[in-house]
């Protein structure tokens, strides 16, 4: 259908709201399936037993030794980033860390001083040769957050939460020959270690599962090698040590399993907020010295009330409500956001596109609302059809070929917007 050509002044994009829902994934870098992989090795296994498997991680989307080093050197990490410990105890920030040339002296304890570490943590980042000097010296790095600014971690982490609708992180350990960073400790969450280079120790004890069901239950030894996983459950004591063979690099993947403890206690803490507030629960209590008495003759009714109501809960309707709580937000992956922008002045009616996430397409009030990840674009109703043709193909298109609808000027228009949006890529 062609009318008239639409102009740029037609469209107006705007950001959902950040509790908004997020439309589908970006596009995953090359190797991220290895998180699909990774919950399927461990199957029955999740918040109950360790298990360490051989050869089953593709490498090709972790981080390598030459990778840590432009990381470092690049200068973009900050004192939360990058810790740096040895023998069991975090080094003070300021043994690695710079934000230029200081002067050489001043009183201890002056306002100079609190300046220095304020700069240290907002401005300050790692000085490669002082970070390499203490792991020449047998210290152990930990970059903490990595999936937030390592593209193809992210990407990674949010395969993994598609599979498992659990949010999860990624930390990377980087050890000396012979160390050890930690002594025995239990983590407060679920790990899949991924060894990446060299070797590693692993003394596990039993799970908190083990202790409870399995009286048997031994403490394993294993070797983490280049391309091993290996799950441990929260709550786990582990020992872990690098080999005389040489550095040792591990990324690990934290979430947490959920728990029907705490399950239920988050269902039915929801319920009793819901019947507190209909019990008009939310005044002031009396001075607390002496009004015990007042308290449980207050409280006393109310808890038999919501035992009685208990037996009427909508209990699948609490269940749903905690499922979608639990529910991860979508990540936002930029790569080639940049890239896509620049180009879009030079798209023809011929340059290959595809769409970079799932659309929705709505018409009301004579608008167009096209939202797409956190974006929305509004545009004139002669748009719908055309915007819906492209909401519906999976592959490769051009311009002029998903759909006939629009003029052909206008179709260039609306493409090159949806490219510099995010919402198309080149293909």
Same mark, same amino acid.
């Given at each position: 259908?062609?009318?008239?050509?639409?102009?740029? *002044?037609d469209?107006?994009?705007t950001d959902?709201p950040?509790?908004?829902?997020?439309l589908g994934a970006?596009? %995953?870098v090359p190797?991220t399936d290895?998180?699909?992989?990774?919950?399927?090795?461990?199957?029955?296994?999740?918040?109950?037993?360790?298990?360490?498997a051989?050869g089953v991680?593709? !490498?090709?989307?972790?981080? *390598?030794?030459?990778? $840590?080093?432009?990381?470092i050197?690049?200068?973009?990490?900050?004192?939360?980033?990058?810790?740096v410990?040895?023998?069991?105890?975090?080094?003070?920030p300021?043994?690695y860390?710079?934000?230029?040339?200081?002067?050489?002296?001043?009183? +201890?304890g002056s306002?100079?001083?609190?300046?220095? @570490?304020?700069?240290?943590a907002?401005?300050?980042?790692?000085?490669?040769v002082?970070?390499?000097?203490? =792991?020449?010296?047998?210290?152990?790095?930990?970059?903490n957050?990595? #999936?937030?600014?390592?593209?193809?971690?992210?990407?990674?982490?949010?395969q993994?939460e598609?599979?498992t609708?659990?949010?999860a992180?990624? $930390?990377? %350990?980087? !050890?000396?020959?012979?160390?050890?960073?930690?002594?025995?400790h239990?983590?407060?969450?679920? $790990?899949? +270690?991924?060894? !990446?280079h060299?070797t590693?120790q692993?003394?596990?004890?039993?799970?908190?599962?083990?202790?409870?069901?399995?009286?048997?239950?031994q403490?394993r030894?294993?070797?983490?090698? /280049?391309?091993?996983?290996l799950? +441990?459950p929260?709550?786990t004591?582990?020992?872990?040590?690098?080999?005389?063979?040489?550095l040792?690099?591990?990324?690990?993947?934290?979430?947490?399993?959920?728990?029907?403890?705490? =399950?239920?206690a988050?269902?039915?803490q929801r319920a009793?907020?819901?019947?507190?507030?209909?019990?008009?629960?939310?005044?002031? @209590?009396?001075?607390?010295r002496?009004?015990?008495?007042?308290?449980?003759e207050?409280?006393?009714?109310?808890?038999?009330g %919501?035992?009685?109501?208990?037996?009427d809960? #909508?209990?699948?309707?609490? +269940?749903e409500?905690?499922?979608e709580?639990?529910?991860?937000?979508?990540? !936002?992956?930029? *790569?080639?956001?940049?890239?896509?922008?620049?180009?879009s002045?030079?798209?023809?009616?011929?340059?290959?596109?595809?769409?970079?996430?799932? %659309?929705?397409?709505?018409?009301? &009030?004579g608008q167009v609302?096209?939202?797409?990840?956190?974006r929305s674009?509004?545009s004139? &109703?002669?748009? &719908?059809?055309? =915007?819906?043709?492209i909401a519906?193909? #999976?592959g490769?298109?051009?311009?002029?070929?998903?759909?006939? &609808?629009?003029? /052909?000027?206008?179709?260039?228009?609306l493409?090159r917007?949806?490219l510099?949006?995010?919402?198309l890529?080149?293909?």
């Amino acid at each position: 259908m062609v009318g008239q050509p639409l102009a740029e *002044t037609d469209f107006e994009t705007t950001d959902a709201p950040s509790d908004a829902p997020i439309l589908g994934a970006t596009h %995953f870098v090359p190797g991220t399936d290895v998180a699909a992989k990774l919950v399927r090795t461990i199957g029955g296994n999740w918040g109950k037993r360790p298990l360490h498997a051989e050869g089953v991680v593709d !490498t090709s989307a972790l981080l *390598t030794a030459e990778d $840590i080093d432009r990381l470092i050197d690049s200068r973009t990490l900050r004192v939360s980033q990058l810790w740096v410990c040895n023998e069991g105890r975090n080094l003070p920030p300021s043994t690695y860390m710079s934000i230029g040339e200081q002067p050489r002296s001043r009183s +201890v304890g002056s306002t100079a001083d609190v300046r220095r @570490v304020m700069a240290l943590a907002t401005e300050g980042s790692p000085d490669p040769v002082k970070v390499a000097q203490h =792991l020449a010296n047998g210290a152990s790095l930990t970059l903490n957050q990595v #999936d937030q600014y390592i593209p193809a971690l992210r990407a990674m982490c949010q395969q993994f939460e598609e599979e498992t609708h659990i949010r999860a992180g990624v $930390i990377l %350990f980087v !050890t000396p020959p012979s160390a050890q960073a930690f002594s025995l400790h239990a983590d407060p969450h679920d $790990i899949i +270690v991924m060894q !990446t280079h060299g070797t590693k120790q692993w003394e596990i004890h039993p799970t908190v599962w083990e202790r409870e069901n399995d009286p048997d239950a031994q403490v394993r030894h294993l070797v983490m090698k /280049p391309g091993d996983m290996l799950y +441990v459950p929260e709550g786990t004591p582990h020992l872990v040590r690098t080999t005389e063979d040489g550095l040792s690099i591990h990324q690990t993947i934290q979430f947490n399993v959920p728990r029907y403890d705490k =399950l239920f206690a988050k269902i039915l803490q929801r319920a009793f907020d819901q019947y507190c507030q209909d019990a008009g629960l939310s005044g002031p @209590v009396p001075l607390l010295r002496g009004s015990r008495d007042a308290l449980t003759e207050r409280l006393s009714p109310v808890l038999e009330g %919501f035992a009685a109501a208990l037996k009427d809960m #909508d209990l699948d309707g609490l +269940v749903e409500q905690h499922l979608e709580s639990l529910v991860p937000r979508q990540r !936002t992956l930029a *790569t080639g956001r940049i890239e896509a922008i620049a180009a879009s002045d030079e798209v023809t009616a011929d340059t290959p596109l595809r769409r970079r996430v799932p %659309f929705s397409v709505s018409a009301a &009030e004579g608008q167009v609302h096209t939202v797409f990840g956190r974006r929305s674009l509004r545009s004139p &109703e002669q748009t &719908e059809k055309y =915007l819906a043709a492209i909401a519906d193909h #999976d592959g490769t298109f051009t311009c002029d070929t998903v759909s006939g &609808e629009l003029d /052909p000027a206008s179709r260039l228009l609306l493409c090159r917007r949806l490219l510099r949006e995010g919402a198309l890529a080149l293909a």
